[in-house]
């Protein structure tokens, strides 16, 4: 007798008939269609049997009972509770009070540089020309105005930049 | 359509636990307003359950007890995202699936990493072909295949066949039509049967590519 339905849409209902996944009704469509088929008898029962190992090693890898895990999450929440409450706490006063001396001396830095630059004869409050002692006498060689370059000292002397700690072991007079 | 619980001790496992579903929600809503012991009460109740579905994925017990402890944490990290109008189980185990399997994810390019960091003989054994220096007992032999599977149908297989959920608690979990979770079942038991035939007749079984297996979406 020819089964009344296919092969090849029996397969997927024989996978989900070993695991009891189909309704009663379409398990007797796929009786039906195994009474008359053998391919799909054998089908059946490889797919069995490999559920079957798979049911086994389920029974045999149950875990045992295990200490809760609760105290561990809660030590952890807490832990990260308390975290966050320092980080609320420090970090309006890096925002407010930490930047705000950083950025006002960067902007006076620009504002020195750029006075600097529109002057050349400009001087901020504390610098000076940077004088050399000639050896062998008293006299002394004054090089030029003090550049100031975001707290990096530099000379001017006929062109050229020397950095002032770098060169000379000189006698600055401000 | 429906999936009937074929196993009464699960059938007992799987039952909502005292005060259901409506109690779970109202214990939710305490932990949201900063009550911990009302979330100490779910992690409780839940705990068991977990553990196994994660124990199914990594064999080792402490690395899924800290799986377990990083899922409810980020379950209550995302308490306010939580709908009470669903139940807690599935939305837990969701995020339970996607922990272990981002770790996972994590540690295979590890091993890749380590793999072509390794000279030609210090290699480990190609996992598709069985050792035949050891007789592996069927624990070692199933984890094995189940290894090999791509990871849609791993976790298809850990939930449905391993842990007996229904197909619609897996619909819930994974976010997919029952329909779709279906078709996935019969797929993943067709698959695990050839490897598993492939494996016992001693033939290399080729390792299939995982391409868009993110299963979950969270």
Redesign the interface.
Known sequence: MKPAIDCDQI???L??S????L?AVEQAVVDQHLAGCVSCRQDLA??R???A??????E????P??P???P???A??SR?RTSVSRAGVSEPQFGRAGWIPVSALAAACVAVLVLSEMNPSFNPPGGGAITRSTPGSAEAVELGPVEWYGGLNRVSDGGLERVRSMHYSDTTTY | MSVRMSDPELQYKDASPPGGSGSEARLMEVARQGDSEAFGELVRRYEGRLLSVIRRFVTDVETARDLAQDTFLKAYERIDQFDPSRRFGPWLFRIGVNVTLDFLRRRKRRVWFTLFSQTGEDRPMDPSTPDPRVARDLEQEVRAVLDQLPEKHRTILVLRDLENFSSSEIAAILQRKEATVRWRVAEARREFQRVWESRQAGEACPIHEEGSDDETSD
């Open positions: 397969r997927q209902q996978a989900l070993v695991g009891g996944d309704t490889g797919l049997s490999s559920h190992v798979l049911q086994q090693y389920r045999e890898t149950m875990l009972a295990a809760s895990l609760w561990s999450v809660q952890r929440l990260s």
